[in-house]
C-alpha cells in the first residue's frame, strides 16, 4: 500500500505540472476552435479600480486616452477609499470622457466593481489595473474576438518590460510564460480558466455581480462567462506591459494571496466542482485544483518512501535520498551564488517557493478575512 501511495504522489505531482500541460498542447493541436475576430467600432468603458494611486493615475489615464480605437472611449475611476491625492488627480479628465466613483469607505475591488457595472451603459467592458502600460492597440485587439458571438470575455497578455527581467525577475517571468501558454492552449480549445486582472474584457450583459469579499475577479468573473455559456478567449495582441518582481518578499505576498483566492473561489462558486454545470471542469480541475493539493502530495510521497525505506532494498533508499537532496538543494540553492546560476537548481527552488505559498495561501484563506483589500 506504501507503494502503491509513493506512486500515486508522485505521477499526480508529474501530471499536475508536466502531464496536463502538455496533454493540452496535443489537444489544441488537434481540436483547435478559431475565433472569429472583425474590427470593432462600438461605444467601450475602461474601468480601472484605484487606491492611493496619486502617483500613477494621471499616466494611467494618459495612456487609456492614447488608445488606437475608433468608436467612443469612457473611462471610469474608482476610488476606494483613497485619502490621497487619486480623486483630485480624476477629476481634472472630467472633460476628456473620465469619470470619478469616489468611493468614502475602502472595501476591495470587487465591491467598486458591482457598483460601476450597475452604472455602465456601453455593450463592452475593458478592465485593467493602475500599474501596467497598455500597447495602443491592447483595447481594439481585445474587442475583434466579440465579432464572434460565442466569445464572452477576451484576455489580454501581461509582458514584463525587458530591463525588469534580471536575477530573481527572471523566475518569474519563466514562470509567467509558462502559465500563459497553458491558458493560449486551453482558449484555442475552448475558454481560458483565469484571465489577466491586468487587462480583460466582457460584454457587460453577461456580467453578475460577485461577492464583495472575492479576491480573484479575474478567475470568477470568466468563469460566471463560462457558466452562460460562452466562450472566454486569450489575445496575445493585448498587451499589458508590467515589471517583474525583483524581491522574493513582494513576489510571495502577491502569490499567497492569488492562491488564498484559488481556496476561497472554490467556496464562493463550489459549482465549478460540479462536471454537470460546468463544462470546463476537466481543465479547471487539472489547472486550478490539483495545484492546491501537490504540498499534499509531495508529502505523502516523501512520509511513504521514508516507511519503504526502512524495510525494503536499496532502491527505495536511493529514492529517500534523491528526495532529501532536492529538497537541499530547493532551500541552500537561493542561497548559494553558485549554485543559483544553474537552471536545474532555480527550477527546484521555484518548485519547492510555490508549494510553500499553496500552504501559506490556505492559511492566509482561514485566518485574514481581508485579504480582497489589495495594497
Request: glycine content about 4%; charged content about 20%.
Amino acid at each position: 500500500m506504501l507503494a502503491e501511495v509513493f506512486a500515486l504522489s508522485t505521477a499526480g505531482i508529474a501530471f499536475t505540472y508536466a502531464g496536463y500541460p502538455l496533454l493540452l498542447a496535443f489537444a489544441a493541436r488537434h481540436r483547435e476552435r478559431p475565433v472569429h475576430r472583425a474590427p470593432t467600432s462600438a461605444p467601450v468603458t475602461i474601468v480601472i479600480v484605484a487606491y492611493n494611486e496619486a502617483e500613477r493615475i494621471g499616466a494611467k489615464i494618459e495612456n487609456c486616452l492614447a488608445q488606437d480605437y475608433p468608436g467612443k472611449l469612457r473611462i471610469v475611476v474608482a476610488s476606494d477609499g483613497s485619502d490621497d491625492a487619486t480623486p483630485d488627480i480624476v477629476r481634472r479628465y472630467a472633460d476628456r470622457s473620465v469619470h470619478l466613483f469616489p468611493f468614502p469607505e475602502r472595501r476591495g475591488k470587487a465591491a467598486c466593481l458591482n457598483d460601476v457595472l450597475a452604472a455602465c451603459m456601453d455593450e463592452f467592458i475593458v478592465f485593467c489595473d493602475v500599474r501596467q502600460r497598455l500597447e495602443p492597440q491592447a483595447v481594439a485587439s481585445l474587442l475583434a474576438n466579440f465579432a464572434d458571438p460565442e466569445v464572452g470575455a477576451v484576455s489580454g497578455e501581461l509582458a514584463f518590460e525587458s530591463d525588469s527581467v534580471t536575477g530573481f525577475g527572471e523566475g518569474v517571468d519563466a514562470y509567467w510564460r509558462y502559465e500563459k501558454w497553458i491558458r493560449r492552449n486551453e482558449a484555442r480549445i475552448d475558454s481560458v480558466i483565469g484571465v489577466s486582472g491586468a487587462l480583460y474584457s466582457l460584454r457587460r450583459p453577461l456580467w453578475q455581480p460577485i461577492p464583495p469579499q472575492t479576491i480573484l475577479d479575474d478567475v470568477l468573473v470568466p468563469m460566471n462567462v463560462v457558466l452562460q455559456g460562452r466562450r472566454v478567449v486569450f489575445e496575445p495582441q493585448a498587451v499589458a506591459w508590467d515589471r517583474a518582481s525583483t524581491q522574493a518578499a513582494q513576489e510571495k505576498r502577491r502569490k499567497v494571496r492569488t492562491l488564498a483566492g484559488n481556496f476561497q473561489l472554490l467556496t464562493l462558486r463550489p459549482s465549478l466542482l460540479l462536471p454537470w454545470r460546468n463544462r470546463l471542469f476537466v481543465p479547471f480541475f487539472c489547472h486550478k485544483v490539483l495545484r492546491l493539493v501537490v504540498p499534499l502530495l509531495m508529502v505523502a510521497a516523501f512520509v511513504s518512501n521514508l516507511l519503504i525505506a526502512r524495510h525494503h532494498d536499496r532502491l527505495w533508499t536511493l529514492l529517500l535520498l534523491a528526495q532529501v537532496a532536492a529538497y537541499a538543494l530547493a532551500l541552500y540553492g537561493p542561497r548559494s551564488t553558485a549554485l543559483q546560476r544553474r537552471k536545474p537548481v532555480r527550477l527546484l527552488a521555484s518548485f519547492f517557493q510555490l508549494n510553500l505559498c499553496v500552504v501559506h495561501g490556505f492559511v492566509e484563506f482561514l485566518t485574514n478575512r481581508n485579504a480582497h483589500r489589495w495594497r
